[in-house]
């Protein structure tokens, strides 16, 4: 079996290509065959991935990389049936690695993958963006798509200056934590129509509604504690008619899964999900933000991700 191996040099802010020389090393001392392909300006982990499984062949995917690498990756699968995919994480959230109880250690996941075998499938969403020019834009996901409260957090931590002296220093999830807070105090509620599981339902001072495949966003959000990332069906949490300092106080009870029980946080579950907002919001798959919408709808894609982690 040969591995094709999918890198970005410049993740990890600039470290990955120094993680990747440790890693190749393993694949060369386990004897392993394999080729590696690092993204480029103008040839993305997506496009490469296109490339590799548009063959007609089985293909053996090791992605290195955090979460949007992945979520990269997972839009630019051409054939899932034919694709099995490893992953070794190196990003700041690593989400997919926390809700899966992957060894932290990256040696140990090279021999994990080296096995050769499937281990496991999961679920991969969908979210098309009506955008206010009239736009749609498609976008697969692995862990979760939101609008509102999450989506704006992201689109702050892409924009953050202290991203990269966090990940320096060993404590990126920080980021998101410290942009949270930010968006806590400058949200504005929205009327957001929610229907997913065949019913509908208003929320009429929506924060924010997270549809999630895992239970872990965000760096360790457990937003959707129940969720589960190969039962077919989505997780959905929303808060709504929070004040902000309630909010604000809901946020560490969220890392434990304990913010179900507060006032004002609901939960749906269904196979797809569309939502309606009376006011633009942000929306992001998989922490990659794609602009403000009034609309989204999210479904479940019947093709699986084939893992060998």
Not at 185 to 193: D, Q, S
Not at 213 to 219: I, Y
Not at 250 to 275: C, D, N, T, W
């Amino acid at each position: 079996m040969i591995y094709r191996i999918v890198l970005n040099p410049a993740g990890a802010s600039g470290g990955a290509g120094k993680i990747c020389d440790e890693l190749i090393a393993e694949f060369e001392r386990c004897g392993a065959e394999f080729e590696l392909y690092c993204s480029a300006p103008g040839r993305g982990i997506e496009e490469i991935c296109r490339s590799l499984t548009s063959r007609g062949e089985d293909t053996a995917l090791v992605v290195i990389g955090g979460d949007g690498s992945l979520n990269e990756a997972v839009n630019g699968i051409a054939d899932f049936e034919r694709t099995a995919l490893g992953f070794i994480p190196c990003g700041t959230g690593n989400d997919m690695q926390r809700d899966m109880g992957l060894p932290k250690c990256r040696a140990a996941l090279v021999r994990r993958i080296l096995g050769g075998v499937v281990r496991r499938t999961a679920d991969i969403g969908e979210t098309a963006f009506f955008g206010e020019d009239g736009s749609v834009k498609r976008r697969r996901f692995n862990i979760s798509s939101d609008i509102g409260f999450g989506a704006a957090t992201c689109a702050l931590v892409e924009r953050s200056k202290l991203k990269p002296l966090l990940n320096r220093i060993g404590l990126g999830r920080a980021v998101y934590l410290i942009e949270a807070i930010r968006v806590c105090f400058t949200a504005k509620p929205a009327a957001v129509k929610i229907t997913c599981g065949g019913k509908t339902r208003l929320y009429r001072k929506c924060l924010c509604a997270v549809v999630m495949n895992h239970c872990c966003e965000g760096g360790g959000f457990r937003f959707c504690p129940h969720a589960e990332f190969d039962d077919g069906l989505f997780d959905v949490c929303i808060g709504n008619g929070l004040g902000k300092p309630e909010f604000l106080k809901m946020l560490p009870f969220a890392y434990s899964g304990r913010h179900l029980k507060l006032r004002g946080i609901y939960e749906q579950r269904g196979e797809s999900v569309v939502m309606t907002s009376d006011i633009p919001l942000w929306v992001h798959t998989d922490g990659e933000v794609l602009g403000m919408a009034k609309r989204v709808e999210i479904r479940m894609l019947k093709e699986k991700l084939r893992l060998l982690v």
